[in-house]
């Protein structure tokens, strides 16, 4: 047995020796052999298939392809490098190298990556992560591309990694991302962009840049469309522009036009040159930056908690509340319907309008003024600013009770009193008129015209002279400043105390200026400048009311220059227990008062007496001075007619006196007649109290309107007027509807 062992073993081994020989054998005759050079290029046969099935990705170029299978590798892996070229279906992906893995249908791709689908996408990395089954990539930054990019024919989306779903034709990004288009530019923490409809969503720390009209969106979740460049705003967003800034949640905003529809409580703020605001508030408002028009609705919807609409111009002291407003701020117009009311506070007691439709809108005026004086405007404007922008109350406990628009009046009454220069009248130049002059410029020497405005020194604002004619360099800014004062260096235990320290001071420094040395008095430049003044209409069934003075017409109209207030079609004004009627009528207002009434086409003034007695006045035309809400002067012409009860000295009433005359004027003092004079021609009668008849007690046109005078109530400690709320009461609607 172990012989045959052996033999076999011997057998092999020989075996194995004739193979190593023939092998060399071989190797000898290769060595000598040379292959002929081919005469075409060696191209790889590409297997015959469908190579546009969407649900595959194909290898389509590559300079360089070997398989790298490691022991823990579970799929074929491919390694592709040189010029390398995907495709699945339209998707086309391009890079300098890359794993190909055909078994599952995916690749990783590195170094200038770019992917194009159709000729309108194209997405730009550093690196790429493809699922061809789920056809999803992952992007990401690199050396080759510092920022991920993609872009399209409407706008570019840049950010670090962006996840792209290839059928939705959307990227999305997680880190921060910025979006480019012709108009605007957005970025924001997360976003994502659709290149089939171009819409896009954005969400955290969202920033819009319009670069046409250079406005700014600042947001924390905003839709936009690169085709149509409308941004739709579904969070509270903050718009800021060269001098516009608004507020708002939820709405529309057309970057292309720079227009706006807003569905929410929001505000519009414009600013001037000067710096000075007018703020447009509204439960929905449309805002159209072409026209620079803006319209603000309250919401009529009673599901809806709404509030009226609010416009707020700073620079003429005016607020403005309706249900519908409408303001033009490059003509700076505004209409009100919808129970408008207008607060006008310039004065230390606010002025109230009512009416159907209030209008206001700016007119121009030549004056003539000096430097400083415009300089004191300027400042005075600032200071009404800084107190404008400090947040109301500063202290709940001490100022709560009163408005911030009383304590602007109070401040202001301050500012009015500080020191005024010592100046001459300049020589009027050569070329201007007399008549356009104001009267505290002209010389002594110079005649007025009789009934001129010059000559009417009652329809010149007392405290508008002193304000203008104070310069800018008599005063440091820092002095008047509102947060310089301080309100708690004034000993108050009321809102009373307020007031009255605040006037006391005021008084005391006009004392001092009163009683100062007199200095070498210099003349100054006048300039001929012109200003806008601010008109306010009321109508129809206009009313207007405050604490001293009330009033009723059809038409009101205000004008802020000259403080004259124009009554029209049955007017009737109230002022304590008296009443005037006519025609027409044109108040002037000094501080909250009326200081002078003027009934060009006849006037009946009424006082209630006792009981149904009234002292009565009526003429073709009349004129009043008022002082402290009393009156001071009369004067009727035409027709003149008179009914009157004297007070005896035991303050009682006994007789009954009616007189009739062409002119009459009456001077009071302390409140009590001091003159009365009726000319050319009088005639009358004197009446005991007890043989007056019924037919003796009034004049024919006599009229008693107290149910339609506006009223007021206290509440919560409050001076409130019920018109406020805008409601008709019976009486005055039957009152404008009689002819």
């Known amino acids: 047995m172990i012989a ?122 550093d690196q790429l992560f493809y699922n061809g089954n789920e056809r999803l990539a992952k992007l990401t930054n690199g050396p080759s591309e510092p920022t991920v990019r993609l872009k399209d024919p409407s706008g570019e989306l840049l950010t670090d990694t962006l996840d792209y779903d290839v059928d939705m034709e959307i990227g999305y990004y997680g880190c921060g991302g910025t979006l480019k288009d012709e108009v605007n530019t957005l970025t924001s923490l997360y976003g994502q962009y659709n290149s089939k409809t171009k819409d896009a969503e954005f969400f955290y720390d969202v920033e819009l840049i319009n670069h046409k009209d250079n406005f700014t969106l600042l947001s924390d979740t905003l839709y936009y469309n690169t085709a149509t460049h409308l941004a739709q705003i579904d969070s509270p967003t903050d718009i800021y522009g060269p001098n516009d800034t608004i507020y708002t949640a939820r709405g529309w905003y057309d970057t292309q036009l720079n227009n706006l529809q807003m569905d929410s409580r929001s505000t519009i703020i414009h600013k001037d040159s000067l710096g000075r605001a007018t703020f447009l508030e509204g439960d929905s408002i449309v805002y159209d930056n072409a026209t620079r028009i803006s319209r603000a609705y309250q919401y009529r919807d009673i599901t809806k908690l709404s509030s009226p609409t609010v ?45 159907d439709t209030i209008y206001t809108f ?21 200071y009404i600013a800084d107190f404008e922008y400090l947040e109301w109350p500063a202290d709940p406990e001490m100022l709560a009770p009163i408005s911030q628009e009383e304590m602007l009046g109070i401040m202001l009454r301050w500012f009015d009193a500080q020191p005024l220069p010592d100046t001459a009248p300049a020589a009027l130049p050569a070329a201007a008129p007399v008549a356009d002059m104001p009267a505290t410029t002209l010389p002594a020497s110079v005649d007025t015209p009789a009934g001129s405005a ?47 320290a605040a006037d006391s001071i005021a008084l005391n420094q006009a004392a001092d200026i009163a009683t100062a040395p ?85 006037g009946l003034m009424v006082e209630h007496v006792e009981e149904e007695y009234y002292n009565q006045l009526s003429g073709k ?93 206290i509440v919560d400690g409050k001076v409130r007027w019920d018109d406020e709320l805008g409601e008709i009461s019976e009486q005055l609607e039957f009152y404008f509807k009689e002819d």
Request: hydrophobic fraction near 40%.
């Open 362 to 382: 700016m007119r121009q005026d030549t004056v003539w003024t000096t430097q400083a004086e415009i300089e004191r405007e300027k400042l005075r404007e600032a």
């Open 4 to 125: 045959l062992v052996l033999l076999a073993f011997a057998g092999d081994i020989a075996v194995a020796y004739a193979r190593q020989a023939d092998n060399r054998k071989a190797k000898q005759k290769e060595e000598t052999y040379t292959r002929p050079r081919p005469t075409k290029p060696v191209r790889p046969v590409i297997p015959a298939q469908n190579r546009y099935q969407q649900d595959k990705v194909f290898l389509e170029n590559a300079k360089v392809l070997y398989k790298a299978q490691q022991w823990n590798d579970t799929v074929e892996r491919q390694i592709v490098s040189g010029d390398v070229k995907f495709r699945q279906g339209s998707m086309w992906m391009f890079c300098d190298s890359a794993y190909y893995y055909p078994g599952i249908n995916s690749l990783d791709a590195f170094g200038h990556v770019r992917m194009e689908q159709g000729d309108t996408l194209f997405v730009f990395a």
């Open 621 to 713: 035309t009349m004129e009043a001075w008022f002082e402290d809400d009393y009156l001071k002067r009369l004067y009727v012409e035409g027709n003149v007619q008179v009914i009157m009860l004297p007070m005896e000295n035991d303050s009682s009433y006994n007789k009954l006196v009616d007189a009739e005359s062409s002119h009459l004027t009456v001077d009071m003092k302390d409140r009590k007649i001091e003159r009365i004079k009726m000319w050319p021609e009088v005639t009358g009668n004197t009446t005991p109290l007890f043989l007056v008849k019924k037919a003796q007690k009034y004049l024919p046109n006599f009229i008693w309107l107290e149910a339609i005078r506006p009223k007021s109530s």
């Open 454 to 500: 010059i000559a009417a020194a009652d329809s010149i604002p007392a405290d508008s002279i002193a304000i203008d004619q104070i310069p800018i360099d008599s005063i440091a800014i820092d002095s008047v400043a509102i947060k310089s004062i301080a309100v708690d260096s004034i000993p108050v235990d009321s809102v009373a105390d307020i007031r009255t």
């Open 518 to 602: 007199e200095a070498p008095m210099q003349p100054e430049k006048l300039i001929k400048s012109i200003r806008d003044y601010h008109v306010a209409m009321a109508y129809p069934r206009g009313r207007f009311f405050n604490s001293d003075v009330q009033g009723v017409a059809d038409t009101l109209e205000f004008h802020e220059n000259d403080s004259l207030m124009y009554l029209k079609r049955k007017p009737a004004v109230w002022s304590g227990e008296r009443q005037i009627t006519g025609k027409e009528i044109i108040l002037h207002f000094n501080d909250s008062t009326v200081d002078h009434a003027l009934l060009p086409q006849t």
């Open 311 to 355: 416009l707020t111009d700073t620079a003429n002291k005016m607020i403005l509340i309706s249900s519908f407003g409408m303001y033009n701020d490059s003509t700076k117009e505004a209409f009100a319907t919808g129970y408008p009311l207008l607060k006008e506070y310039s004065r230390p007691d606010t002025l109230f309008l009512r009416a």
